[in-house]
T-cell receptor, first 117, second 117 residues
Framework: GAGVSQSPSNKVTEKGKDVELRCDPI?????LYWYRQSLGQGLEFLIY????????KSGLPSDRFSAERTGGSVSTLTIQRTQQEDSAVYLC???????????????FGPGTRLTVL | AQKITQTQPGMFVQEKEAVTLDCTYD???????LFWYKQPSSGEMIFLIY??????QNATEGRYSLNFQKARKSANLVISASQLGDSAMYFC??????????????FGRGTSLIVHP
């Protein structure tokens, strides 16, 4: 079946502009995760959704970052007034969450490479 | 304190030999999951193997096996018969259930593996 998809694959924007990044999880996956990966670095957890609700938003780096998920499916990560330090690859992952052992294995999308000039 | 520690920033191995990538973790959650992911230069995160904290046997998936030593809080990845295509970044990750019931996944900084012909 189809995997996790993300759009756009690349986004170049000017400092101060708002951007929206989209994630389409694997159908039926209850949990959805957003991460940020700067060049040569590990993954920085941003937020996760269980259904449409986000139990923990503590990973969001500032109030310029927000995310929502609708219909238990598509999620949008919005960055307002982008800064150069926001430049990174933003990865989305989904997992079944329920279903026993290993059900929280995360399957990743290809990522969105964001460049803020 | 880091929850996931990968002490080897880079590893080299000869093709067809086995290699062990180290991972230690820190948690007080009795129920947790450990994961390994591979990230080739293309950037996609590929799930390799999962180990649950209650699993009695070490997980295996083809050429990948997880050397799980619970008392030492260690979850090393063993790749047997290395192939050139195994050259990539490898991330160890852990899932815990935090107070309040939220799942926050934690990733290590990664180990870069280079397989020589």
């Amino acid at each position: 079946g189809a995997g996790v998809s993300q759009s756009p694959s690349n986004k170049v924007t000017e400092k101060g502009k708002d951007v929206e990044l989209r994630c389409d999880p694997i159908s039926g996956h209850t949990a959805l995760y957003w991460y940020r990966q700067s060049l040569g670095q590990g993954l920085e957890f941003l937020i996760y959704f269980q259904g449409n609700s986000a139990p923990d938003k503590s990973g969001l780096p500032s109030d310029r970052f927000s995310a929502e998920r609708t219909g238990g499916s598509v999620s949008t990560l919005t960055i307002q007034r982008t800064q150069q330090e926001d430049s990174a690859v933003y990865l989305c992952a989904s997992s079944p969450f329920y279903g026993g052992q290993g059900a929280d294995t995360q399957y990743f999308g290809p990522g969105t490479r964001l460049t803020v000039l | 304190a880091q929850k996931i520690t990968q002490t080897q920033p880079g590893m080299f191995v000869q093709e067809k030999e086995a290699v062990t990538l180290d991972c230690t973790y820190d948690t007080s959650d009795p129920s947790y999951g450990l994961f390994w992911y591979k990230q080739p230069s293309s950037g996609e995160m590929i799930f390799l193997i999962y180990q649950g904290s209650y699993d009695q046997q070490n997980a295996t998936e083809g050429r990948y096996s997880l050397n799980f030593q619970k008392a030492r809080k260690s979850a090393n990845l063993v790749i047997s018969a290395s192939q050139l295509g195994d050259s990539a970044m490898y991330f160890c990750a852990m899932r815990e259930i935090l107070s309040g019931g939220s799942y926050i996944p934690t990733f290590g900084r990664g180990t870069s593996l280079i397989v020589h012909p």
